[in-house]
C-alpha cells in the first residue's frame, strides 16, 4: 500500500480528535467549529501564535485530515490519506458551500458513478439541512483540499452584494429548497496553483505569517469558482480526464515554451517530448492555462518585448528579432494587437 506524505504540520501535530469524535468530523462544519474553538483557546492560554488547527487520523488505513481555521467564516480540510477499503465520508447539511480540490486519489458519488479521478475541482452548496456525502475509493493515496465556507465569506469577507452572487451559491440566501447541488468546476492554472500552494505554506512562510497567507489563496480559489460560474456558457470539453501526471506534464509543456519562445517546438514534438498525444496536450494546455500554446508562445514574447524596450537601448527591429520574429514589421502589428500601442509609444513612455 502506498504510505502517504509526511504531516502537513499546521502547527497542529500533536493535537488531535478524540478517537469518539473522529467519525463525526469528515466534512461537518458544526463539530470542526466547536473542536477548533477549543484549541484556538487553549492557544491564547498558552500565548503560542500560528494558524489553529486539529488533526482526524483515519480510522481504516493510515493517514489523516488536517483542520485549519483560517477566518471566521472559512475553515480548511488538507487530507493526505490511504484508506483499507471504499469509506463513504459524510457531509451534513449545514448552509455552507464547499470546494473541494482533488490533487490524487477517486471520489464516487452515492450512485458510483465518479465523482472526481485523478485530478479535479467540485463545488457543492449545502442551502438547508439535508446532506450528503462521498465515497473515498480505498487502496488509493486521496490527496484532498476542501474549503468549508461559511455564505458571510462572501458577503463579509469578499464584500461581495447578493444579488451579485451566482448560482448556486445564490441559494444560500433564499428560501428555496434545501436540497444540496453541486457541480465539477474548472482546475484551471490558479485554481491548482494555490492548491499546491496552501499544502506547501509550512515550507515557505514562517509562522506568523501562514494564516494570511492561506487566508489569501483561499479567497483567490473562491473567486476562480466564482468567476466560472458568473460566465454561463463555459463548459468543460467533453472527453478530457486528467491526472495528476497529466496536469505535470502539462505544466512541463509551459515550461518548455517559456523557456523556448523565440523558436519553440511545433505541437508534435512538444507532445512527444511530454508524453502526451496531441490531442490531449492542445485541450488540456487550454483547460489548464486558459491559453492556447500558440497564445502562451504569444504572450511570452510580448511580455519579454514590453520589458525589453522599457529596460534596454536595443533597437526595435533587434527586439523584435530577438522575441522570434523574421520581420520587424509583424512584431510592430503583433505588439499593436497585444497591447493596443505601437513599440515605439511604449518607448517614449519609458
Not at 106 to 114: C, E, H, P, V, Y
Not at 198 to 227: D, F, G, N, Q, W
Request: charged content about 25%; overall charge neutral; proline content about 5%.
Amino acid at each position: 500500500m502506498t504510505q502517504p506524505a509526511p504531516s502537513h504540520n499546521f502547527d497542529s501535530a500533536g493535537t488531535e480528535l478524540p478517537a469518539a469524535d473522529r467519525a463525526l468530523v469528515g466534512e461537518s462544519y458544526d463539530v470542526l467549529r466547536a473542536q477548533l474553538r477549543d484549541r484556538e483557546a487553549a492557544m491564547a492560554a498558552s500565548g503560542s501564535d500560528g494558524l489553529i488547527g486539529v488533526r482526524s487520523p483515519v480510522r481504516e488505513g493510515k493517514g489523516h485530515w488536517d483542520y485549519v481555521k483560517v477566518s471566521e467564516h472559512l475553515i480548511l480540510s488538507l487530507v493526505d490519506a490511504v484508506y483499507d477499503r471504499d469509506t463513504w465520508i459524510v457531509v451534513p447539511g449545514d448552509r455552507l458551500f464547499k470546494v473541494r480540490i482533488l490533487i490524487s486519489g477517486t471520489l464516487l458519488k452515492r450512485d458510483g458513478s465518479t465523482l472526481i479521478d485523478g485530478a479535479g475541482a467540485y463545488l457543492a452548496a449545502y442551502p438547508g439541512a439535508a446532506g450528503d456525502g462521498y465515497t473515498a475509493v480505498g487502496g488509493q493515496r486521496l490527496r484532498l483540499v476542501v474549503l468549508h465556507c461559511d455564505h458571510a465569506l462572501l458577503t463579509e469577507e469578499l464584500g461581495l452584494g447578493v444579488a451579485s452572487i451566482p448560482d448556486p451559491l445564490s441559494r444560500l440566501f433564499g428560501d428555496g429548497p434545501d436540497n444540496p447541488v453541486g457541480a465539477n468546476v474548472r482546475l484551471g492554472a490558479e485554481v491548482l496553483r494555490a492548491a499546491n500552494d496552501i499544502i506547501r505554506t509550512p515550507a515557505h512562510y514562517p509562522r506568523a505569517l501562514r494564516r494570511a497567507y492561506i487566508a489569501a489563496r483561499s479567497h483567490e480559489i473562491v473567486l476562480a469558482v466564482l468567476k466560472q460560474l458568473s460566465v454561463p456558457d463555459f463548459v468543460i470539453p467533453d472527453g478530457i480526464k486528467l491526472t495528476m501526471r497529466d496536469i505535470s506534464r502539462i505544466y512541463e509543456a509551459r515550461d518548455i515554451l517559456s523557456d523556448a519562445f523565440v523558436a519553440p517546438p511545433s505541437i508534435e514534438r512538444l507532445a512527444r517530448l511530454v508524453g502526451l498525444n496531441q490531442t490531449k496536450l492542445k485541450s488540456a494546455f487550454k483547460l489548464v492555462f486558459g491559453l492556447t500554446a500558440y497564445e502562451f508562445v504569444r504572450q511570452c514574447r510580448m511580455e519579454t518585448a514590453a520589458e525589453l524596450l522599457l529596460t534596454s537601448d536595443r533597437s526595435i527591429a533587434e527586439i523584435a528579432y530577438g522575441v522570434g520574429f523574421e520581420y520587424p514589421a509583424n512584431f510592430t502589428h503583433a505588439y499593436q494587437r497585444f497591447y493596443g500601442q505601437l513599440p515605439s509609444d511604449a518607448r517614449l513612455r519609458r
